[in-house]
């Protein structure tokens, strides 16, 4: 005879964990102690060196904006070259996007797309800088070519994965009188989409501004190179009145960019 | 104009959708006005050919709803418009035109700027068949309009579907749940169950005992919530067009 459940018959403590459980933190703590060495940490340097950092730190005191009006001359050119490398991307991402979401082209179409889009991204937007100055030379223009490239893969990605996720029914509704696939994509999943590729696009263009302040360090023009200048010459208050440009510019960017996007959606 | 009745799962979406190849079919011809649609499984090449005749109406309406309700209409005239023009959606006056009017002869006129998504189900579903209306199909097949509809609403959108066919001359294929709408609106109906037609005659001839002979334990599902209303129309035009080999 088997007796009614009762309340005293539920334990209190938690099951054991699983051996599972117990394995992945095993590896983890494995993974931590296999790369500190690796990583050459030596935090130890931190207190023996800091009477140095606290001068080096001083440096960067006061602010040295002699220069201000080509610093910010610079930082409207590293803006250009954000504007210019995230809109040829948003023009590229929207067909190559289209051509790697599952749900519009087929399959064989839509691996080859991912492979080179995933490769686009792969490679930081510095390596593509580098390269381009080989290319294109000196200036802005590398940068811009850098910034499309990585861009282009980022956002393609990015602008597939919403394409994947629409409410298919619309796209049947418009398909149900006749038109071409082109025309559904154009009626039924672009209007549902846009929102959210306004969102990335911009969301994008932020950390493009981020992006182009750094490429510029390589050769490729706009605030990146007056840095480079003066950290290499160890001109540290020119150093952090670079840097606050830099700051603050980005943070403004980055507020208006986050408004517009909310707007959007 | 037709009803397709039967229980959940006795194939009447299925059978809709085969006809505008939303779905392949394991075997067989499916031929829409004379014109193959698809043929052993596979939709051929100008499927979307037969499509422009044929006007679909969901259950969930299918609208795009951040369109403008006018650009939704809009979309059943695309394939007589001009290829750059489709592109951008950019449209005539003479377009809008007739875009409005249909949507006035539904009564939604009032909302032509409106995003889909705003309007209430009654309306979506009478904006979906505006655009049947600018697409001038020659057949509308409506699965399950009414589904998500209130009475007031449902009434509505039955009135639209029995005035297409009667004024305008489509043939109207709709399946319904619930047979006293189809006894209403639909001289003939044609019940399914389990995927086989077991019924194809007179909606006046529809009896509790009928059904429940047809249907068996299904046949409360079907006449659930159903006065007995008398039929408003007796056999009229029998469809023509449909062809399932």
């Known amino acids: 005879m088997t007796s009614q459940p009762s309340i005293n018959d539920v334990p209190l403590n938690p099951p054991p964990r699983s051996l599972t459980n117990h394995l992945a933190w095993g590896v983890l703590g494995a993974l931590l102690i296999w790369s500190w060495s690796g990583a050459d940490m030596r935090p130890a340097d931190l207190w023996r060196d800091s009477a140095n950092m606290v001068v080096f730190a001083r440096d960067f005191f006061p602010p040295n904006f002699h220069d201000w009006r080509v610093y910010l001359a610079e930082m409207a050119v590293t803006i250009h070259i954000a504007i210019w490398g995230t809109v040829l991307a948003i023009i590229c991402a929207v067909p190559l996007g289209l051509l790697s979401a599952e749900n519009i082209a087929p399959k064989w179409v839509v691996q080859p797309v991912r492979r080179a889009m995933d490769a686009c991204r792969a490679i930081n937007e510095m390596v593509f800088a580098m390269l381009f100055i080989v290319a294109v030379g000196l200036g802005p223009f590398a940068g811009v070519m850098a910034l499309w490239v990585h861009t282009t893969g980022v956002l393609a990605k990015l602008f597939a994965e919403a394409v994947e996720a629409i409410d298919p029914r619309p796209v049947e509704g418009v398909r149900a009188t006749g038109v071409s696939l082109l025309e559904e994509i154009i009626y039924g999943v672009i209007p549902q989409v846009l929102p959210l590729w306004i969102s990335y696009s911009l969301y994008r263009f932020e950390s493009n501004v981020r992006s182009a302040s750094v490429v510029g360090m390589v050769g490729a023009g706009g605030i990146g190179v007056i840095l480079h200048e003066a950290i290499r010459g160890f001109d540290y208050a020119e150093t952090s009145a670079v840097l606050l440009i830099i700051i603050v510019c980005v943070t403004l960017i980055d507020l208006v960019s986050s408004r517009i996007r909310q707007l959007a959606i | ?245």
Request: one cysteine or more.
């Open chain 2, 1 to 245: 104009m037709v009803a397709l009745l039967g229980a959940s799962g006795s194939g009447k979406s299925t059978l809709l959708r085969l006809l505008p190849g939303f779905m392949a079919a394991d075997e067989g011809t499916v031929k829409v006005l004379g014109r193959t649609v698809q043929e052993n499984g596979r939709l051929v090449g100008n499927a979307r050919v037969v499509r422009r005749e044929l006007g679909f109406v969901f259950q969930q309406f299918n609208l795009v709803s951040r369109l403008p309700v006018i650009i939704n209409v809009l979309v059943g005239l695309l394939h007589r418009a001009a290829w750059w023009r489709r592109m951008l959606m950019l449209f005539t006056v003479g377009e809008r035109q007739l875009a409005l009017e249909a949507m006035a002869s539904v009564g939604i006129e009032q909302t032509a700027w409106q995003r889909a998504g705003t309007l209430s189900g009654g309306q979506q579903q009478r904006a979906a068949l505006a655009r049947c209306l600018v697409q001038k199909a020659r057949i509308i097949l409506a699965d399950e309009p009414i589904a998500s509809l209130d009475p007031e609403s449902s009434r509505k959108v039955m009135e639209v579907l029995t005035h297409l066919n009667r004024a305008r001359g489509c043939t109207v294929l709709v399946s319904l749940h619930q047979v006293d709408f189809a006894i209403r609106y639909c001289p003939r109906t044609i019940a399914l169950n389990a995927g086989r037609v077991v019924y194809d005659g007179p909606s006046s001839a529809l009896t509790p005992a009928l059904l429940a002979q047809l249907y068996g334990a299904n046949a409360s599902q079907l006449v659930e919530n159903s006065p007995a209303v008398p039929p408003l129309m007796r056999d009229g035009a029998i469809p023509s067009g449909l062809v399932l080999a």
